[in-house]
């Protein structure tokens, strides 16, 4: 299975309204599957119409370990007090015991290694899960969701995409909405993709975004083409990136001009493509362009 992974440098783009009318498209000739990899704020299953309470199956996942005291081995003796980088270990003055705050625990072990008493332990979380649903184009979207306030996002990209596997079954495609920026899990989503799609607008940040993004696209040598969107609200800086696209010898698969439609179909929960059926043609072109 070939994965194409959509991602753009900063947030606001129209990232995932293009990610969802590209996979109705690639749908047309291939047999795809969709996966949700902006796990911090994962919206393409809304996007391609499909509500959380319609997921055939959500299944608990951990990213972390969490220290949990064993009281009645605790003595009180503080040693682990200080211990925490992260400072999540406070005191409880009427138990004369330590407290972990959950939020604030990477796990690390260390308090348990200065605990002389072997009263901390370190137990697994669920504090994520990944799910699927059929969308009304044929195709399945999986998606996963990290609680707030927790780490991993990584973890939970890989999970989605080896969910996205399973479910997928003999698709020759999956299309991948990855998260904004060149964290850990635009990371987990580029790499091993066969072909990545950055999606930018003209603004001064979006190209120095643009530009930290394909940095981590080539490092993992993947081919790659550009979209620059709402192109027409500031020609002068859509030169730039085409001047920019030029020089590197980039594709530029296409520049789409603003259109409230963008809003409007997000607004509906329906993709472009089917709230604004002009675009349709777009959008099979783009799905031609891409070099697999
Ligand atoms: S496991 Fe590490 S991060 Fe968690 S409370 Fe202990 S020292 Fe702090
Ligand atoms: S180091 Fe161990 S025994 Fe001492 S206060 Fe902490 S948990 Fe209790």
Known sequence: MKEITVLSGKGGVGKSSIAASLAIALSKKHKIVSADCDVDAANLALV????EKDFK??????TNEKAV??????????????SCYFDAISWDSDKNQPVFDRFSCEGCSVCAMVCPEKAIKLH???????GYGKTRFGFDVVSGQLEMGESGSGK???EVRNLA????????LMLIDAASGIGCPVIASVVGSSYVIAVTEPTPSGLSDLKRALGVVEHFGIPYGIIINKFDLNPDFTKEIEKFAKENGIEVLAKI????????ALINLTPLVVFAKEYEGLFEEIAERIRL
């Open 57 to 62: 199956e959500w299944k608990p996942i951990s």
């Open 156 to 158: 939970v990209v890989a």
């Open 257 to 264: 001009a603003y259109d409230k439609k963008f809003v409007d």
């Open 124 to 130: 697994t979380v669920d504090n994520a899960k990944i």
């Open 165 to 172: 596997r399973q479910v997928g079954g003999d698709a020759e």
């Open 48 to 51: 391609l119409g499909v509500r």
């Open 69 to 82: 005291l064993l009281p009645e081995k605790c003595t009180g003796c503080k040693k682990c007090l200080n």
